[in-house]
């Protein structure tokens, strides 16, 4: 199996900042992309960001300027910097991971989420 650990999340007032780390471990021949999705009660899941292996990015608009996604590929590690953080920014924030275990195939999978909670 490959596995995805969050860590990072907590409670911050409005204009703070966090840093969430997602690492997966496991039989993983390489990984394609890794993402942050988020849910807040009542709401659907969305996509915060996400890094492919060649670097490329992509962010929610609600974030634009404020997160920042990144990758240690030596260590299957994807960070997401949050600057800025607002009210509407609380919920439970997933990693999420794609690529190819070894010895072959498709993997997708999903981390247990870390809470962030943006409050005065």
């Known amino acids: 199996q490959v596995q995805l650990v969050e860590s990072g999340g907590g409670l911050v007032q409005p204009g703070g900042s966090l840093r969430l780390s997602c690492a997966a471990s496991?039989?993983?021949?390489?990984?394609?992309?890794m993402g942050w999705y988020r849910q807040a009660p009542g709401k659907q899941r969305e996509l915060v960001a996400a890094i492919t292996s060649g670097g490329g990015t992509n962010y929610a608009d609600s974030v634009k300027g404020r997160f920042t996604i990144s990758r240690d590929n030596a260590k299957n590690t994807v960070y997401l910097q949050m600057n800025s953080l607002k009210p509407e920014d609380t919920a439970v924030y997933y990693c999420n991971a794609e690529g190819t275990v070894a010895p072959g195939g498709p993997f997708g999978s999903w981390g247990q989420g870390t809470q962030v909670t943006v409050s005065s």
């Open positions: 496991g039989s993983i021949f390489s990984i394609t992309a």
